[in-house]
């Protein structure tokens, strides 16, 4: 499907989500869906949270995909954006983590269209890990010997386990099992009417009736609830021109545009989940709106081009907070270690070298 | 006790060590030495590790105590020196953190007689975490809502409980968790013959004969097994005038000196724990000897003045591998999130910004 029919076809399921929003609430599936060909097995996951938290896939062994994502957290930085290597920052920020498996595609402009995809490229992005290509992020796992079994065990067909793309695979395992159910929204939709408070319930049918399910749709309220290996994506702002694009910076950025390069995908952006949402502030793609109050405001005047109230704001925040879901309790992974030989380079010419503290 | 007189009281105490080494080995006991004025409890071990993983301690929200000291591995970052705000750099390379609760006193100079004392360094310091000062990091926990009933379960009998004093006595109760026993060596010792391989076993004797014991003596390797409040501290180069003093420049930094000004005190350092050192690579105090081989012909050459010979090397260096302990299996911390409103500071002046990517 192109594009600008591909967005035609989503408009038309806007309406659809627009008219029956009401049937619309559901609670999060226990698992994501999972790839035929990339299936999780409890070696391959374990894998893959070690790789996640190995900072030796970045140039300097400082960031590891962590570091920008915590899953100790809200799945992201709290940050407006990430700082890489060489003090760099990109320009959007850290998306959560916490149930990306539901996304349909990923980054914010969707240009990955899995988690797979996704996983390689801040590895390799030279202003986030900078490793400088895939190759050279095999090379430094294959300076770690005790690596090779954990792959064996991950990929036991390969017959040279260590690839770019099987670190892609086990990663994104991982990520599948980083989903956050049970949030109080969860219980409320599964039939506990004591699981919201009546502001939260007020906000509820509010965040309905406003139209911000028309988006903000299904299970994991960032798409309608269905296979959606295309991507789902809304123009941002879709009303222009209000004192908020300028405020908050919203159109310097032009989105897929910037990737696909095609005028149609101008200022279009994949719609981000709102699970866990009242943890992950600062808000939009470029983080520049501080408060969860501010960033519903935004939405109401860009999106729906409606000025709310007090009373409707407060009651979609209340609202919001109660998709907080439950984080599993994760053990830490053992990073594998070389013998007495560090694998990250000792020199570092791009840096200062301050006095001494440690 | 004044540091020259402290001095010669070791240097007695070395030439006990090297005429009695042959009784010295020992295991790690299973606990370290817990000070009376802060006693461990659950509660404030789960609060120091909550501390000890949250980046918001960090001027940025990018740096924490982990991200230099990784529990993951093998309790530093592998690095010859960490990366702090602002992409700095300290001359010294960051130390591990498991066992440092056995140390005598903490960081590489000694300069903290605790880990309490040692908990506010990094923190504070512009090149590491970066945040201006106590104030400012006692601010930014206030800031986190969540953290206070953390802190008054940690600290019952304080009527303001989130103080700089308070985060460190709970990292430092944290980190007296961070142990690592029953490595091959204290199998051995303890009695099972077969726990040490036959080189390593050769290693052992050849790391006594030469004399490594004097000073890395005791179950941590880290000096004599006695109360140690003062510190234990040697000179190194001991023998200087070799070519690693240049090759390795192991004279710019002039150690404890750097702290105290005192001249009694030029090239003086703590003695370093040896546990786990075949993970924490690289080596010495500036990170710049890359090899545990390497760092083995150095200390020999430096510290006894000896050429050892390929046999020795490589004996001592499988000896070395062999007190690599079993690290505890250890949950992931939750940080406590504030609800929809970031608490990192928005602005970074000092950071360029580049291309979008997330």
Not at 52 to 75: I, K, Q
Not at 256 to 273: E, I, L, N, Y
């Amino acid at each position: 499907m192109k594009p600008l029919s591909r967005y035609l076809a989503l408009s038309g399921l806007c309406a659809l989500a627009l008219t029956a929003h009401a049937q619309q609430w559901e609670p999060l599936p226990e698992h994501p869906p999972i790839p035929a060909d990339n299936p999780q097995s409890q070696a391959k996951i374990d894998l893959g949270k070690t790789l996640f938290f190995d900072p030796r896939l970045s140039e300097h062994g400082t960031l590891s995909c962590n570091s920008c994502h915590n899953v100790m957290a809200g799945g992201d930085d709290n940050r407006p954006n990430s700082i890489g290597m060489h003090d760099a920052r990109g320009g959007r920020s850290a998306p959560t983590v916490w149930n990306a498996a539901y996304q349909s595609v990923q980054f914010w402009d969707g240009r990955a269209g899995t988690l797979e995809e996704q996983a390689k490229g801040p590895i390799t992005n030279p202003i986030e890990m900078g490793m400088s290509d895939a190759a050279v992020a095999v090379g430094r796992l294959n300076q770690i010997p005790a690596y090779l079994p954990l792959f064996k065990a991950a990929f036991p067909a390969a017959s040279k386990p260590i690839t770019m793309d099987n670190v892609a695979k086990a990663i994104a395992a991982y990520e599948r099992t980083l989903v956050t159910p049970d949030s109080p929204y969860d219980r409320y939709v599964k039939g506990d009417k004591t699981a919201l408070t009546a502001q939260q319930a007020r906000g509820m049918k509010t965040f309905g009736d406003l139209g911000c399910t028309a988006c903000h749709a299904g299970a994991n309220f960032s798409g309608p609830p269905m296979p959606m290996a295309q991507g789902f994506f809304m123009k941002f702002p879709t009303f222009a021109g209000s004192a908020f694009d300028k405020q908050y910076d919203l159109l310097s950025d032009t989105g897929r545009h910037a990737s696909t390069g095609k005028d149609s995908d101008k200022h279009m952006w994949r719609v981000p989940t709102l699970r866990n949402i009242a943890l992950t502030a600062p808000y939009m793609h470029n983080g520049k709106v501080p408060t969860l109050e501010e960033a519903v405001r935004v939405m109401a005047k860009t999106q729906l081009n409606r000025d709310i109230d007090a009373t409707q704001l407060a009651d979609v925040v209340a609202f919001l907070t109660s998709l907080s879901g439950k984080f599993p309790e994760q053990t830490m992974p053992r990073l594998p270690l070389t013998s007495g030989n560090s694998i990250v380079p000792p020199i570092d010419p791009h840096l200062k070298t301050a006095k001494a503290t440690d």
